[in-house]
T-cell receptor, first 110, second 116 residues
Framework: QKEVEQDPGPLSVPEGAIVSLNCTYS??????FMWYRQYSRKGPELLMY????GNKEDGRFTAQVDKSSKYISLFIRDSQPSDSATYLC??????????FGTGTRLKVLA | EPEVTQTPSHQVTQMGQEVILRCVPI?????FYWYRQILGQKVEFLVS????????KSEIFDDQFSVERPDGSNFTLKIRSTKLEDSAMYFC??????????????FGPGTRLTVL
């Protein structure tokens, strides 16, 4: 079983839709959970990070963690064409490295 | 806003040649990382570096790879004898603290390495 699993998509939605992106993980040692956005041929850019189970909101973005199910989500409200990118989940277990999911490619259609 | 920079943006090399990828981390950061992303695949950790030594490395980071902080600002990744399968995007990252707490890693824009 992979440490972090993420549906690669692509996911196409109309402008204004609510987008749900998800990752599952197997390593219960993961403590922090990050969502990065990556535009084509660019470096990952941190959107949000969460620690505990529950929700964390930042503008149109909400990150959700369910440690009991080993499941994390990122919701994007009122999606815009500029949100079109690849969204990477990443996890940190207290060592030096991040473990990334494969990324979900999102396309928001105008 | 401070950012991680990387040069070159694209490097083309012949198989068997040595390449050096360069990074300038954010100036007050103490921890440095290299990751790679083969086209269409996930971002993978290669190595972390702190206090002039490797703190952790992955199984990918074999003897053909080395890292160095030659001066107070640059952080380099050297690939001694490149192989076709080394073709990937290489990302440098830096963070200012690890301790026992979460350390946000800031990523550079990447260097695309193409091995012919």
């Amino acid at each position: 079983q992979k440490e972090v699993e993420q549906d690669p998509g692509p996911l196409s939605v109309p402008e204004g839709a609510i987008v749900s992106l998800n990752c599952t993980y197997s390593n219960s040692a993961f403590q922090y959970f990050m969502w990065y956005r990556q535009y084509s041929r660019k470096g990952p850019e941190l959107l949000m990070y969460t620690y505990s189970s529950g929700n964390k909101e930042d503008g149109r973005f909400t990150a959700q963690v369910d440690k009991s199910s080993k499941y994390i989500s990122l919701f994007i409200r009122d999606s815009q064409p500029s949100d079109s990118a690849t969204y990477l989940c990443a996890m940190w277990a207290g060592t030096y490295k991040y473990i990334f999911g494969t990324g979900t490619r999102l396309k928001v259609l105008a | 806003e401070p950012e991680v920079t990387q040069t070159p943006s694209h490097q083309v090399t012949q198989m068997g040649q040595e390449v050096i990828l360069r990074c300038v981390p954010i100036s007050n950061h103490l921890y440095f990382y290299w990751y790679r992303q083969i086209l269409g695949q996930k971002v993978e950790f290669l190595v972390s570096f702190y206090n002039n030594e490797i703190s952790e490395k992955s199984e990918i980071f074999d003897d053909q790879f080395s890292v160095e902080r030659p001066d107070g600002s640059n952080f380099t990744l050297k690939i001694r004898s490149t192989k076709l399968e080394d073709s990937a995007m290489y990302f440098c990252a830096s963070s200012d603290s690890r301790l026992a707490l979460y350390n946000e890693q800031f990523f550079g824009p990447g260097t695309r390495l193409t091995v012919l």
